[in-house]
């Protein structure tokens, strides 16, 4: 019987790429170097793996799956999200698929928080300034930003990244916290998570907030979920955060609401077709831009590459993956 063949989309962390060589599960193909897939490279995969190891940056072709079809059997995504993967497909031609949940929530609300500190107190705006040598010393109404500390703190989507950020803002730095969740959600778990208040919708939460901070998954359902509706319901110089995904939000109403004012800064992580980035992103200063960092630590990463393993290799066992999404 033939050795199974299994893909890595990207190159990993080393130790990550390590385990998975030395578990034995198969012949592992690791991507180096670090480049994306091209299409001609997915369709011959389709034909020569029979598991695939993906990231949020790969674009998967919609004739993939087809062509996939009795002969990769599972897609082990290293990565929380997964709107990268056309799910319905993937179980039309029955492809497993699983995801790396948890791991990532503290890293990512790290980043959030950060971005929300950056844009309310203009550091990324200061910090240009100051390599450019155009700083002249301090003086009373030089770059002057907004409070933080006991501002009210919007949230879309509590989920755990929801769950964790709410603590860091109402914990660290005194914050009201309220947010917009489709399911309703218990109040103990409301309590423990800094005292958060659930409202009834997203328009409620945005005239409410001073940040507004996005946590919800990307996809079909959510698709330009933040609009021109929403950023009008916002209270004048709000703050947006996204560490969600790009799709999020309608980009064409974002830079609408920056250029009337009604938003005074946002900070990003993830943009509408990345890494490709509309260059109106580059004429606003007030708009802190980060390169999707969400997950971006040693420790995290290399997290995710043991949780796509684990998952891995409890398919091809023929057990159920603890994180199976199909």
């Not at 790429?17 to 389709?46: F, I, K, N, Q, Y």
């Not at 330009?224 to 929403?230: D, F, H, M, N, T």
């Amino acid at each position: 019987m033939a050795e199974r063949q299994i893909l890595v989309t990207r190159a990993w962390p080393k130790a990550a790429e390590e385990r998975l060589v030395a578990e034995g599960l198969g012949t592992v193909s690791l991507r180096h170097p670090d480049t994306a897939l091209s299409h001609e490279e997915w369709m011959a995969a389709a034909e020569s793996y029979d598991a695939i190891l993906p990231t949020v940056s790969d674009r998967i072709p919609a004739e993939f799956y087809g062509a996939a079809k009795g002969k990769v059997r599972v897609m082990a995504n290293y990565g929380v999200g997964f709107n990268h993967i056309d799910i319905e497909a993937a179980r039309a031609n029955g492809i497993a698929v699983t995801n790396t949940p948890d791991v990532l929530t503290d890293c990512t609300a790290d980043l959030a928080m950060g971005l929300l500190l950056a844009a309310a107190r203009r550091i990324g705006e200061g910090e240009r300034e100051t390599r450019a040598g155009g700083w002249e010393g301090w003086r009373p109404t030089h770059m002057i930003g907004k409070k933080v500390s006991g501002a009210t703190l919007g949230i879309v989507g509590f989920g755990r990244i929801g769950q964790a950020m709410a603590r860091r803002a109402h914990g660290g730095f005194g914050m009201r916290v309220v947010f917009q969740d489709a399911w309703d959600v218990p109040e103990d778990i409301r309590a423990a998570n800094g005292k958060a208040e659930q409202l009834g919708s997203i328009a409620e939460v945005a005239a409410e907030a001073d940040f507004l901070s996005l946590h919800c998954p990307g996809g079909a359902e959510t698709f330009k979920l933040i609009g021109a509706q929403v950023f009008e319901a916002m209270k004048p110089g709000a703050i947006l955060v996204n560490t969600a995904r790009g799709d999020v939000v309608d980009e064409d109403a974002l830079f609408a609401a920056l250029e009337s004012g009604k938003l005074a800064a946002a900070g990003l992580d993830v943009y509408m077709g990345e890494p490709a980035l509309d260059a109106r992103f580059l004429g606003h200063e007030n708009i802190v831009l980060a390169p999707h960092l969400g997950s971006a630590t040693e420790a995290t990463r290399v997290a995710m590459g043991h949780r796509a393993i684990d998952n891995l290799r409890a398919f091809l066992a023929g057990e159920t993956p603890g994180d199976l999404v199909t």
